[in-house]
């Protein structure tokens, strides 16, 4: 297969993003369907989500009785 060929085929799952059409800033490829820009926020989300799994109730109630 030859690169322009295989280069319509390959795109971001994400944003959909190809390598004739990279993300307005420009972008790489991070895995086969992913672009590089993508997996930078995914990551920054998986790390959002492990730190708010890590919030007890007790400490969800003192930040809402700080809040008030």
């Known amino acids: 297969m030859t ?3 295989r280069a319509r085929l390959d795109r971001c799952r994400i944003c959909h993003c190809t ?4 993300c307005p800033a420009g ?3 991070a895995e086969a369907d992913l672009c590089d820009v993508c ?3 995914r ?10 799994n890590r ?14």
């Open 27 to 29: 972008c790489g490829w």
């Open 43 to 52: 990551d920054e989300l998986q790390s959002y989500i492990e730190s708010c």
């Open 3 to 5: 690169k322009r060929k």
């Open 55 to 68: 919030v007890t109730a007790a400490s969800l109630t003192r930040l809402l009785r700080e809040a008030a």
């Open 19 to 22: 390598y004739i059409r990279p």
């Open 39 to 41: 997996a930078g926020f």
